[in-house]
């Protein structure tokens, strides 16, 4: 009898510490879970603004080149900074990276507008360099965000040759 009754009492232990940390365990593994999607839906959103900052800036160049007339809306740089200060703090190099190169296109871009309106020739030297360090911002951003490596100018420079990529023409 004192063999069965150490058995019910072990059985006892056992479930009721099976009960208390059964739901322990999977509060754990399901808020683990939920901050995971957050976080790859957080990427997502991120890097699909970061292209849609790309769209944005061609637009722009178009309308201040060429009066192509594009709605441009607000800059997609404003929901990239959001997103990147808000969930991603540790990519607050690569952010303030992209939004110089994307300011330095857009003056590029102004300048020649200007020069434009002056009824000087279009001079499209230096748009290569630009575009070139504005990729370049975009793609470290999207690593840094990720957790891809990032990449120096001279790597971008060899996959665009390696791909047999053109530089940048302005259209």
Excluded: Y
């Excluded at 754990?28 to 839906?41: G, M, Q, V, Y």
């Excluded at 060429?66 to 808000?86: M, N, Q, Y």
């Excluded at 470290?140 to 940048?168: F, H, K």
């Amino acid at each position: 009898m004192g063999e069965n009754l150490l058995a019910v009492v072990i059985g006892g232990v056992i479930a009721i510490v099976g009960g208390a940390v059964g739901p322990l365990i999977q509060h754990f593994l399901s808020e683990r879970t939920r901050d995971e999607e957050a976080r790859r839906t957080n990427v997502r959103a991120l890097i699909l603004a970061v292209h849609e900052l790309s769209d944005w800036m061609e637009r722009d160049r178009g309308n201040q080149m060429f009066d192509k007339g594009h709605e441009l809306g607000t800059s997609p740089l404003a929901t990239i900074e959001a997103l990147a200060r808000v969930h991603f703090p540790q990519a607050s190099l690569e952010l303030a990276t992209l939004s110089v190169a994307t300011a330095r296109c857009r003056l590029w871009t102004t300048e020649r507008a200007k020069e434009r309106l002056a009824g000087a020739p279009l001079d499209i030297s230096g748009w290569t360099s630009m575009t070139e360090e504005f990729q370049l911002a975009q793609s470290n951003l999207i690593a840094a965000i990720s957790g891809g490596q990032r990449i120096s100018a001279e790597e971008l420079s060899s996959v665009r040759a390696a791909a047999a990529l053109p530089p940048n023409e302005v259209t």
